[in-house]
């Protein structure tokens, strides 16, 4: 069976790849978890996320919205010495900050994923990308995606953190065409 290269490195790796990579989701509070995985991913690998992301789980109350919006100071500060996740402050606060723009856009467009989904177009881009080089870092979508919610209030949502956003909610299917995964998303 032939898969990304990126995802031979171990099982959690491939379970991931597998099972999640590309997959499009509708669902808010999987989104959010991605969301969250992904700014707190920025600077880091992956697999360091992957390998502490039942951390990030507990630690972020299953990744409900509203109780990360209602986290509080003292929250902050047990996280910031949580070893089980990543103990960076911006990022636990963007996450927080996050949330509550989240439920803002929820009651304004019924869903954050309905907002998400129409302003990328309503479906899979597919790249056909032949190698895992081809896949670049960030792109117009990306870049686009990123202003749009920097000017609504969102942390940590720089191109990059977006490119991987949209591959881990599955708007973007980046399996190159030699992955067993490519048709199948």
């Known amino acids: 069976m032939i898969r990304c290269s990126w995802a031979e490195m171990n099982p959690l790796m ?8 590309g997959v499009p989701v ?11 995985l992904e700014l707190n991913q920025a600077g880091l690998s992956w697999q360091t996320i992957l390998n502490k992301r039942e951390n990030f789980r507990q630690a972020f109350g299953n990744f409900d919205i509203q109780t990360v919006a209602d986290f509080t100071p003292e929250q902050v500060e047990i996280l910031v010495q949580d070893a089980g996740i990543i103990r960076h402050r911006g ?6 900050v996050n949330a509550q723009q989240i439920l803002i856009m929820e ?8 907002w998400l989904w129409d302003f990328c177009g309503g479906k899979v881009i597919d790249h056909h990308f032949q190698t895992t080089a081809e896949i670049p870092s960030f792109d ?8 749009e919610l920097k000017k609504r209030g969102f942390k940590f949502v720089g191109p990059t953190t977006m490119y991987s956003f949209l591959q881990a909610v599955g708007i973007y299917n980046d399996h190159v065409v030699t992955c067993f995964r490519y048709g199948e998303v």
């Open 91 to 96: 990022k636990i606060q963007a996450a927080i």
């Open 26 to 36: 509708f669902d808010d509070q999987k989104i959010f978890e991605m969301l969250v």
């Open 107 to 114: 009651k304004e467009y019924g869903s954050f994923q309905s």
């Open 140 to 147: 117009k979508l990306a870049v686009s995606l990123s202003k």
């Open 14 to 21: 491939e379970k991931y790849h597998d099972e999640e990579f």
